[in-house]
T-cell receptor, first 115, second 115 residues
Framework: DADVTQTPRNRITKTGKRIMLECSQTKGHDRMYWYRQDPGLGLRLIYYSFDVKDINKGEISDGYSVSRQAQAKFSLSLESAIPNQTALYFC??????????????FGPGTRLLVL | QKEVEQDPGPLSVPEGAIVSLNCTYSNSAFQYFMWYRQYSRKGPELLMYTYSSGNKEDGRFTAQVDKSSKYISLFIRDSQPSDSATYLCAMSAAAGGTSYGKLTFGQGTILTVHP
């Protein structure tokens, strides 16, 4: 079984719609992250959470919001989707103090297309 | 200017070649340096991790960090078609730094090893 799961894996939506991407993990990690990946731009951090009560903006948080429902669940919402939010979205987890510089473990990704 | 710069390639080499992948960075607070490998339609997975300057070898892979030049490299010896993937460098700061607990990624280099 996958340690970090993302749902849905693929999603097509229309401009203006609200959508939610979900991430669950069974690794027991306290830290969770949301990234988007665009061709030629690498991975860019949207939001991150170091524990259930801690939510922080990343470098590209505008147009997105998150919810940390439990240690194992971290959801990303697009309140009103726009075409330039078309991208591949990844959830990742890590554990503090593991001695390897916060190595992150990634889910399989959600491919989002906004028409 | 991006904090981490990586040549996106694409890079195409014959099987058995030595591959050199590189990243430069500008943030002197970075202490942890990683290479992630991402196969098509998959999430990134950690390939190599190095703390501070120096070399680390794991089978056919060698990671080098030169903090004085703010330059890191990944070498792949005897490259195989199964090495075909996108390679992403990533970095984070030590505890206490503003980037601690967050990874900053390069743009990724697309590598193809042909038989």
């Amino acid at each position: 079984d996958a340690d970090v799961t993302q749902t849905p894996r693929n999603r097509i939506t229309k401009t203006g719609k609200r959508i939610m991407l979900e991430c669950s993990q069974t690794k027991g990690h306290d830290r969770m992250y949301w990234y988007r990946q665009d061709p030629g731009l690498g991975l860019r951090l949207i939001y991150y959470s170091f524990d259930v009560k801690d939510i922080n903006k990343g470098e590209i948080s505008d147009g997105y919001s998150v919810s940390r429902q439990a240690q194992a669940k971290f959801s990303l919402s697009l309140e009103s989707a726009i075409p330039n939010q078309t991208a591949l979205y990844f959830c990742a987890t890590s554990v503090a103090g593991q001695g390897e510089g916060e190595t992150q473990y990634f889910g399989p990704g959600t491919r989002l297309l906004v028409l | 200017q991006k904090e981490v710069e990586q040549d996106p390639g694409p890079l195409s080499v014959p099987e058995g070649a030595i591959v050199s992948l590189n990243c430069t960075y500008s943030n002197s607070a970075f202490q942890y340096f990683m290479w992630y490998r991402q196969y098509s339609r998959k999430g990134p997975e950690l390939l190599m991790y190095t703390y501070s300057s120096g070399n680390k070898e794991d089978g056919r892979f060698t990671a080098q960090v030169d903090k004085s030049s703010k330059y890191i490299s990944l070498f792949i010896r005897d490259s195989q078609p199964s090495d075909s993937a996108t390679y992403l460098c990533a970095m984070s700061a030590a505890a206490g730094g503003t980037s601690y607990g967050k990874l900053t990624f390069g743009q990724g280099t697309i590598l193809t090893v042909h038989p």
